[in-house]
């Protein structure tokens, strides 16, 4: 089966033109069919507040309310997207700018009210493998923003790490697929404050006694569970690192492994 | 030939939520391949205005400087066209929103600083016809935001006629292509105070008479220079419309013919 390699990127990884300047070198130097997926919630609140649209978020979630989604619509549809498309095609990437909606590639559900309203938030109901693999096989490289719609004119916003491995788990039958999370440490760390303390590799049981000793927490652990769902679903290989570990190779940074 | 049609709609058909409903529902009910073209200079003005942006037109062309292409890109690339796409797929069209930037479909060079600068505006240099005919013939239908990319990096404010024209005749090799300008009035009309005065149809003779009596003027001038440009170019036909006209059938509206 051919190799696919899916990246997403944290929004400090495309926000900041140094990050942003590598990050688009090492992305255009992977071989073979690829796909970005890109946050870019700093840029959204630094907009927001420019605008005087109040930014709130539950538990390190967004609430995006219908001033919110303009927001997000704009800077992560238009500014953040549209300048990564057009620095990749100085790379001779043949990038194309996509959210959810651009040829129905992602569908999903506003999330039902709970013990909090999250405002149009998506929770993904359907990938389109076969218009994605349609796309790749014509060449294009998809640069996927964190929007989704609900096929009823909705646009919703939803989390960059979920629609990673979501497009990862469904493409999993056509390709072999890798899923790179990239973020501004190189990997997981056994000690926050040593970067040299990369955890090389981690399973499912490994996992779990990372938890116990406090070493994997906060925004970390829906990461990982995501992941470890994905690798369940058919993803042929995870890793966590940071931009330069895309030209690494496959050591570079945490290697995520059902066993 | 196969028939392919170009609809460029103005900003105020897709800026007001009564007039976009209607487009979506009259462009999804076009039969064959489609492109939208889009503007989007209201909403941009407007947003400026909220972020404390100045707009400054020269003989009704924007200037855009650093500032207001951040604007124009977050608003045509994310917010106007990223609607427009989830409102086509509610009507089961397959949209897929693009700015020259992706696939790189339109190349453009910044515009040289002559009497004005007009800071970051993009002359059209290349359409890639070939990859557009590939979506096409995938069955995607281009929604086309007002912006391109100079190849090397730098995305680039450019006129939406212009580049609906642009595209028209590229696209005018493999299809027979039916371009149709939508604004608010149902075509070129000889009373402005009469909107049952529609010129049903304009060859170059006619257009010069129209413009010595002072029928046709101002921003009418350039979208007609461009149109006899297009027809020139093979353009098979032009016509001119309200969003209504579309539904209209071929008589709709100002037709506009070599001869």
Redesign the interface.
């Known amino acids: 089966m051919q190799e696919l390699t899916i990246v997403k990127v944290g929004g400090k990884v495309v926000e900041e033109a140094e990050n942003l300047a590598s990050l688009l070198r090492d992305f255009s130097a992977i071989k073979g069919p690829k796909i970005l997926v890109h946050g870019g919630g700093r840029s959204a609140t630094a907009?927001a507040q420019?605008?005087?649209v109040e930014t709130k978020m539950v538990e390190g979630r967004r609430i995006t309310d219908a001033a919110m989604l303009?927001v997000v619509?704009?800077?992560?549809?238009?500014?953040v997207?549209?300048?990564i498309?057009?620095?990749l095609?100085?790379h001779q990437t043949?990038?194309?700018?996509?959210?959810g909606?651009?040829?129905?590639i992602i569908r999903s559900k506003r999330r039902a009210k709970g013990a909090v309203d999250y405002g149009f938030v998506g929770d993904i109901e359907a990938v389109d493998a076969s218009g994605l693999t349609?796309l790749l096989t014509?060449g294009?490289v998809p640069v996927i923003a964190p929007?989704t719609?609900d096929?009823?004119?909705?646009?919703l916003n939803t989390n960059a790490d979920t629609m990673a491995s979501a497009v990862a788990a469904a493409l999993s039958d056509q390709f072999q697929v890798m899923l790179v999370f990239c973020f501004e440490l190189p990997g997981v760390l056994r000690d926050i404050n040593n970067r040299d303390s990369v955890i090389d590799r981690i399973t499912p049981e490994i996992y779990q006694a990372l938890k116990k000793e406090g070493i994997v927490a906060d925004g970390m652990i829906p990461k990982l569970d995501n992941s470890f769902a994905a690798l369940e679903q058919g993803v042929a290989q995870i890793r966590i690192t940071h931009p330069q570990g895309l030209a690494g190779g496959a050591d570079a940074g945490t290697m995520l492994r059902l066993k």
Chains 1, 2 share one sequence.
């Open positions: 907009m420019r605008l005087g303009e619509t704009m800077v992560y549809g238009g500014l997207n549209k300048n498309v057009a620095g095609q100085a043949n990038a194309l700018g996509m959210t909606a651009d040829m129905n349609r014509a294009a929007l719609h096929g009823q004119g909705q646009m």
